[in-house]
């Protein structure tokens, strides 16, 4: 299967878990406080090299693959996530991601989506600060879920991710190192075949 198809997969993949929380969303109004990103400063993010080909690939399109894979090479050991834009200099919670529509998979299930306990029970996963500061909120969507509302589950996704790529789907990086991977996958796939969709590389 060629790059071009596999992120065609994958961001039908994105799309559909999308829309399956903005409706979860909808129903329960949790929601992530605006300017908040210390979820992205955690030094312990971990994710596959797949859930990031459509940004490595929109990067090779746009001609900044092999420069973004430099800079990588020096931060592959930095905590945080090249991709995060931390507003504030002293206080580096605050911030966004600098390519949004091109974030992983784990970035789009925190917060909104379960893992299985040992006993079978789906917990949300998500961040002390939707905890405390909407716990009314929280607890009413832990009580929905225990009564069967449908929330997005993490090893589903990540099942589903496997099935198109098994190999990049199953490799969990530090995030750094998962971007990193995406782009070599790129670069390595189109270094003796023709660029993508007959268009001229931009320069």
Known sequence: MSVEAKVRLVEGLFEQLDSEISEFQNKTQIHCLAGCGKCCTNPTIEASPIEFLPWAFHLFLNGK???TLKILNTKEHQDLCHIYNPLNLVDSTLGNCSNYKYRGLICRLFGYATSRDKYGQQRLVTCKIIKENQQNLYQDTIEAISKGLY??????????LSQIDFHMGNIIVPI????????????????????????DKIA
Do not use: C, H, S
């Open 151 to 160: 929330v997005p589950i993490f090893t589903d996704y990540y099942m589903q």
């Open 65 to 67: 693959a092999e420069d």
């Open 176 to 199: 750094n190192k998962a971007l990193k991977l995406a782009i070599e996958e790129v670069l390595q796939y189109y270094a003796y075949r023709p660029f993508p969709g007959g268009l």
